[in-house]
């Protein structure tokens, strides 16, 4: 049933080794996959980035999104070229909204210079625990007052230069005392802790109108006890839809990662996170784990594990972002790269508050 397997292959959204597109993400996107996200390990020089993503939209007669975590400070993917975007952290200890606003625009415009659509950014968890391992540097603040405004003007300065944002890590990782790339962190957080504390960044980023939120690899005892975030439809149907209304796309952190990984069985883990309001899932490595997870999705749609309907929702919404945010590409100009006009704007965050990583 190949319109099956298209429909199920477009709930990912995939990783891949090399500069150039290897021959097995060609073989991904002919499945259907919705999307490439970059890392490190793709990344050469600012004209390969723009090649490799060109490249990448060329391989199928639709649009396929590509994205990349540029959040700035120590969480930078691409880096010789291109401006050095100071932490979020350093941005949010100027409290200046117009300022995070700039800095989100200055991200589009060397994002879109490269064709890449989407940033997985802004963190908006809400850095409350020092000990805090993955999170710290890489949010605003200690303050859900100061996140949401910040988060949220970042978010306007993106995608008022037609990139999308992707506000992370929901419900919110900033009190952890684990890293969920290695393990899997539980928290004791009730309903009423969450309103007050992690959920003011996402209301306000939903506000903003968010493109997209991605969702933590963490457990909310109260809320779940007994699955993370990316797997409970208590925190992403019951929290994220029905209490705060986000019609967004809700986009899984890797699956890759040991908190999932070591925890739960793939199968598993797509039927939940489906059922559970994921939109699109990231896979990041394994390529044999990617076609696997097509194969796993028809199965569970076919067997009615997963329903239609919650299929169709997800085609809406995969389809909705596309038409706002996914260009074709071009082989256009990379003058705005590391401009004056862009280092002026980041020049404006105090070194001393927290040097560039």
Known sequence: MPDLQRSA???LVVGFDGL???DGLADLIARGVSGAVLFGRNVQSP?????LCGQIKSLAARPILTCIDQEGGRVRRLRDGFTAIPSMRAVGRTGDETLAREIGRVLARELRAVNIDMNLAPSLDVDTNPANPVIGQRSFGASP?????MGAALIRGLQADAVAACGKHFPGHGDTSQDSHFDLPRLPHSLDRLNTVELPPFSAAIQADVAAIMTSHVVFEPIDPEFPATMSSAVLDG???KQMRFD???????????AIAANFDIEEVLVRGANAGIDLFLLCHDEELQHKAIDLLASAIRNGEISTQRLAESKRRIASMMNRFVRPPTDGSLECLNSPEHRAVVQRVSPEDDPVG
């Not at 007052?145 to 405004?149: A, D, G, I, Q, Y």
């Open 20 to 22: 150039a597109a290897p």
């Open 47 to 51: 004209r390969q980035v723009a090649d």
């Open 9 to 11: 292959a477009a709930m």
């Open 248 to 258: 967004g796309l809700i986009l899984s952190d890797d699956l890759e990662m040991k």
């Open 239 to 241: 929290i994220l839809r």
């Open 145 to 149: 007052e100061l996140v949401s405004r």
